[in-house]
């Protein structure tokens, strides 16, 4: 709840105060102690009543550079009714206690993104924090990382500005995420640099070998899942008026990692690496941004954005080229959605050969401990899919007809060219003598 306390001059006063009444709003009215022919008006209202009534003050002759004090307070009683009234007449949200209005959830974007000199170093930082993570095969290094990303205002700004029909903070929210995904994996990339050339990581490290990196080499369900939810978490957050900080975390979650893998996979020469981990970079970036979208929309700020296109429907330049990049992004959400269906499919269909095969008594004495895929750039450059299945076996167990077995059925199951690699870890167990 907010507090308006705004100075009039004498001359102002009974405008001011007529149109406050008439618009059956609770004020009250002090002298100004200073003699300055004045008097001290304050205004309960709800957040997102400010900009309604000052607009209320102004238009009854009130100068906008009047001195005005606008602070929050607590009410109680009868006020607190006369707020909430207020919020039904003033506030352009969703309904309810939790909803803030237009103009506050804009304000509150805004203030999610710092300025665009912190806005590039932590970008970058965070970057570098992620490589050393990815290189260390350390998940908390990666977590830090996580958090002193500045990802979470640019990804949920673009939302904001669409559904509140702000086209200059959609074009501000998507330069800030090019401007920043550019940073990150330049980051990224001087970061595995010094990092080799200085051989604090050995240059014939087999990169896709390590746990963490594997994890975001390709698109995957968890990752789709991972990217919808961190929109949805942060569009909520901005929504209710609840902390952002924390949905920022799995924004950066769904962001810094992939360009970090990208970075390192550009020093390390691996292309398969780099493809990859950009098309989930990609595909994390338009689903959080779409996510958030829907969540809002879902949420009940939308009404602006039907009004909007049904007053400002002309045609025009400007028209064609929001048009145009409408176009774009809807192809770019469909190739992404296309290609992320695609990974998803072959992933399940490896998963469940694998399984099936793993079950059948031949293989008794193995255990499953993970299956990973490599990026599928076969159509381009005439590669194979790789499949990797990691399993455990007692020392001594063979089975030299295991990875034919799966290469066969996985091909015939996904109809691709696949590579099938076996990695054991090998255990011994003692036990004491019976007797």
Do not use: C, H
Request: hydrophobic share 50%; proline share 4%; no cysteine.
């Amino acid at each position: 709840m907010r507090q308006i306390r705004t100075r009039v001059p004498s001359d102002s006063r009974e405008a001011v105060t007529t149109a406050l009444t008439d618009a059956d709003i609770e004020y009250l009215v002090s002298e100004e102690a200073s003699g300055r022919d004045a008097v001290i008006v304050e205004i309960p209202v709800p957040g997102g009543g400010v900009d309604p009534i000052l607009e209320l003050l102004y238009d009854a002759g009130l100068d906008e550079d009047a001195y005005t004090l606008i602070s929050e307070v607590e009410t109680a009683g009868a006020t607190t009714q006369a707020v909430a009234d207020l919020e039904e007449r003033y506030v352009a949200g969703p309904k309810g206690e939790s909803g803030v209005s237009y103009p506050e959830i804009k304000e509150r974007a805004a203030d999610l993104e710092p300025g665009r000199a912190t806005y590039i170093a932590f970008a970058a930082l965070a970057a570098i924090v992620a490589v050393a993570g990815l290189l260390l095969d350390s998940a908390i290094v990666i977590v830090g990382a996580m958090v002193i990303a500045p990802f979470a205002g640019s990804s949920l700004s673009a939302a904001v500005g669409a559904v509140i029909d702000d086209r200059g903070m959609v074009i501000d929210s998507v330069g800030s995420q090019l401007l920043g995904l550019i940073v990150a994996y330049a980051g990224a990339v001087a970061m595995s640099l010094v990092l080799r050339e200085t051989f604090f990581v050995p240059a014939a490290l087999a990169i896709t070998r390590v746990q963490q990196v594997g994890t975001f080499l390709t698109p995957s369900l968890l990752a789709v899942v991972v990217a919808l939810a961190a929109g949805a978490a942060g569009a909520l957050a901005l929504a209710t008026d609840l902390p952002v900080s924390i949905a920022g975390v799995a924004v950066a979650a769904a962001i810094v990692p992939s360009a970090a893998t990208a970075g390192i996979g550009t020093v390390w020469g691996d292309p398969l690496v780099v493809a990859g981990a950009l098309a989930l970079l990609f595909m994390n970036v338009v689903f959080i941004n779409v996510s958030a979208f829907v969540a809002l929309v879902g949420l009940g700020y939308r009404d602006s954005v039907t009004r909007s296109v049904r007053e400002n429907l002309t045609v025009s330049a400007r028209t064609g080229a929001y048009a145009l990049l409408a176009v774009v992004f809807v192809v770019s959400l469909v190739g992404v959605s296309a290609v992320t269906a695609s990974y998803v499919g072959f992933e399940g269909t490896v998963n469940r050969e694998v399984q099936t095969t793993i079950d059948e008594p031949a293989y008794d004495g193995v255990e499953l401990v993970g299956v990973s895929t490599s990026f599928d750039t076969g159509d381009v450059l005439g590669g194979e899919t790789s499949v990797t299945v990691t399993l455990s076996r007692r020392s001594g167990s063979e089975y030299p007809e295991l990875a034919r077995t799966l290469q066969e059925r996985i091909s015939a199951a996904t109809d691709r060219s696949v590579t099938v690699q076996l990695r054991f870890l090998d255990y011994e167990s003692a036990s004491e003598p019976s007797g």
